[in-house]
């Protein structure tokens, strides 16, 4: 074997990739021209998945909302990774609010209302959500929730229904 000393530091790595080692996701342009690729979740809501991890249980994606008001109370039982890309927002729970640029960490537990504040045209948003997204009312009750499952099965239906193929949103699959 070469002296690791003596290697070109612009020479590739030269040993072969762990088999069970997955496809790397590149997109160019995570936020498309193309409406199609955004994927309907509520009445002017949409996302843009990027990676939907079904062996972890987490999602990435673009949280895309042009209508001000509250999106959703929910809960994560695991972290929660956010970075404003454009627009702002808050929880009705805290007093910070979430601007261009901001990075939000939410921890594990906590239970939380999306509001988009009035005169915001377009707000989006880069989440990494572990596990599930619990949504509940006021006082904790269940009413609904989201899982990197259910993210798949809202893709497959509207790529299938703009004309891209529900087989689209395998790409985003590891």
Known sequence: ???????????????????????????????????????????????????????????MNLLRVRKSGVLSRHRHPQPVHGFVLKGRWHYLEHDWEATEGSYVFEPPGETHTLVVPEGVEEMITFFQVNGVMVYTDPWGAVTGYEDVFTKIDLCRKHYREAGLGESFVDQFIR
Do not use: K, S
Request: one cysteine or more; glycine letters at 2%; a negative charge.
């Open 1 to 59: 074997m070469p002296n690791q000393h003596d290697a070109d530091p612009r020479m590739p790595y030269q040993l072969p990739m762990p088999r069970e080692a997955q496809a790397e996701i590149v997109i160019p342009h995570a936020i498309p021209e193309d409406e199609r690729l955004w994927v309907p979740q509520a009445e002017n809501v949409w996302f843009r998945p990027l990676c939907l991890n079904t062996a972890q249980g987490y999602w």
